[in-house]
């Protein structure tokens, strides 16, 4: 399976305890491919196996439960998946940057890409401060906030099929709406070409500034958690989003407990951990809180947080069959 890959392979890698979490099983495998050559032939080797092909990016939105994952985990976190045109090392020169749409590594840290445009005054990912993840994780699920999402910068990404062909597909073939992006069934985010236009550099610092402190404010940064549990969802009288952690403290649930997880006192949608606590109490605790939240007000929670085990946990405790 895996010889001729020019990758890193580790067996039984402990990727829960490196999410937002801390807490949580192994991986079987864990793949850290070296080039795009490479995860194309491992993508392949997969679809001919049968075999299971996740993503792992910071583990910012992920639950692992403790039994584990199955099949194989990819990290993409080698230069050749990480790159921006300012940190170049492919023989471009360092600081050619001059395009106002730049091409950047999925594996990418969005914390970090954010800093950067800011002090080489670029704009476009302003309203992404303060959100954790990978430049891919953030295009799979359309990651965003009060301020906007990644949708309002991306043009194209560039993805690895199910199968390992390489494809390039258009922002708007993919179908971008509030979390949510529909891409190829199986396929992996392996960069994505974002609208950075110049700007004055203390004016965007300003922005991010601002959006940071609105975090600060209102979100409990120090906590273990995943951020937001729950999408919000749409009130069908209005067709508008209603915020899901205002349901959450409408039913009274701030500091609800389930063994080591806890809903946050800060703000309703965050569910929070105990150090050395059990991803699987995080997983009833949410179970426990759309039960309550659609007896109190009748609007059913969809889990953000993506929950990776052996079997397919399901979006909601009715659907268990």
């Not at 309703?268 to 059990?278: E, K, S, V």
Request: charge should be neutral; include cysteine; glycine fraction near 12%.
């Amino acid at each position: 399976m895996w010889n001729g890959i020019d990758a890193e392979i580790r067996f039984n890698d402990p990727i829960g305890g490196a999410t937002w979490f801390a807490a949580g099983g192994c991986a079987d495998v864990l793949a850290v491919p070296r080039s795009f050559a490479a995860l194309s032939e491992l993508s392949r080797r997969c679809a001919e196996a049968n075999v299971p092909l996740r993503v792992l990016g910071q583990g910012a939105n992920l639950l692992v439960l403790e039994e584990g994952v199955d099949g194989v985990v990819v990290d993409l976190s080698a230069p050749a998946f990480t790159r921006a045109p300012w940190d170049a090392t492919d023989g471009t020169a360092r600081g050619d940057h001059s395009a106002e749409t730049v091409r950047i590594g999925a594996g990418a840290d969005l914390f970090r890409l954010v800093q950067d445009s800011k002090r080489l005054g670029r704009g476009g990912l302003a309203q992404m401060a303060g959100i954790p993840a990978t430049l891919g994780g953030a295009v799979r699920m359309n990651a965003g906030g009060a301020y906007g999402d990644i949708a309002q910068s991306l043009e194209r990404i560039e993805v690895v099929m199910h199968g390992g062909e390489m494809r390039s597909i258009e922002a708007a073939d993919l179908r971008l709406g509030y979390r949510h992006c529909e891409l190829p069934a199986g396929c992996i985010v392996v960069a994505a070409h974002l609208r950075l236009p110049h700007g004055d550099p203390k004016k965007i610092e300003a922005d991010v500034h601002e959006i940071f402190e609105y975090k600060k404010r209102t979100q409990p940064m120090g906590a273990k958690s995943a951020g937001c549990m729950f999408r919000n969802p749409t009130d069908p009288a209005t067709g508008r989003r209603e915020s899901a952690g205002k349901l959450i403290d409408q039913a009274g649930l701030k500091g609800l407990r389930f063994g080591s997880a806890f809903v946050s006192e800060c703000h309703g949608n965050f569910l929070a951990i105990d150090r050395g606590g059990r991803a699987r109490d995080v997983l009833e605790l949410s179970n426990q809180v759309q039960q309550r939240v659609l007896a109190h007000s009748g609007r059913r929670l969809e889990r953000e947080v993506v929950v990776w085990s052996r079997q397919q946990v399901p979006s909601f405790p009715e659907e268990r069959g």
